[in-house]
């Protein structure tokens, strides 16, 4: 994008919200052309455009010899005039699943995609959504680093008030309960990991472990699924291990295992499957026979599939998720308040393989 189209957009984006926030309430006069373009620095003629943009929305209407005043309410754009921000932390894991699904519904809607990635660096995150809404985007799908907050309530208060609606895309305020406001599309993650339990239960597995990264929103409520999952089955007390991704490396995964070994293991829940598949190699060079000493479950489903022993796996829907997020906000943008807020998460399923030695699907 150039400089000069850039600049149009911020304009475009700082009088809309002028015009949400009251700066400008229906009825009043905004500066003339000239005016504005003085105060700015910009040229009159990016300014006329700008005036133009918000007329087409509905935002403003000019009248002749008199000048132009703002309408107010918020604007009603066509989808096919809609500009859809998207901000993911990735585009090499997880997330292109989750992007290929929002790029269908929008393409389907006919509006414009623009996306970008925050690398997990809050300040990046900040950055691009700032540089988002002055490109005058309608509206945000986002996945923002809440769980790496020091508050993230507070974080997710920020968000609500951004200038234009926002859905969170696999990301929940987890211990807020009903004080959570925002509109959110997430994996059950819990679910997903009560089911691999159940799984396991089910093969006759009764002692459990789980290993863990610690570094990844998920691994708190695939934790408490696991713990959930233990408690109702009762079962016997499982093994936890954990470490942060850097971390694993074949020395470590020789550790977990003997520590599984020691402990009398047969089942365990590996997230992700990276870590999956380092354990598992680490059970072969420890003479464990996967899955007749070791039965295996992976948290992602990757490339789970291409593991030495295909690994079974909790398999979230990524793509689904990324249609709903998008479905929901094209629906705020078009119904505004009107439309009711969305809390929606998805059940992962789980995919057999050989590596649980039940029926492979």
Known sequence: MSARELKFRKLTADLRRGIHDGTWPPGSKLPTERALAVETGLSVTTVRRAYEDLVA???VERRQGAGTFALGGPPRVPDRRRIIGVLVPDTALYYPRVLQGIQEVLADAGAQFVLACSHYDPAAEDAAIAELLAAGVHGLLLVPGL????????RADELLRLSVPAVLVERRLATAGPGDSTEHVCTDHEGGAYDAVRHLRDLGHSRLALVVRVDAPTAAPIRAGFARAVADFALPAPVYDSAAMDDWDPGRADATVSELVAAGVTGALCFGDREA???????RRAGLRVPQDLAMVSYDN???DVAEIPLTAVSPPKFQVGRLAAQILLRRLADGDASPLHQVQLRPRLVIRASCGGRTS
């Open 302 to 304: 990757e490339f789970a």
């Open 147 to 154: 769980h790496a907050s020091g508050d993230p309530a507070g």
């Open 277 to 283: 598949a380092l354990v598992q190699s680490a059970a």
């Open 57 to 59: 929305q509905g935002l």
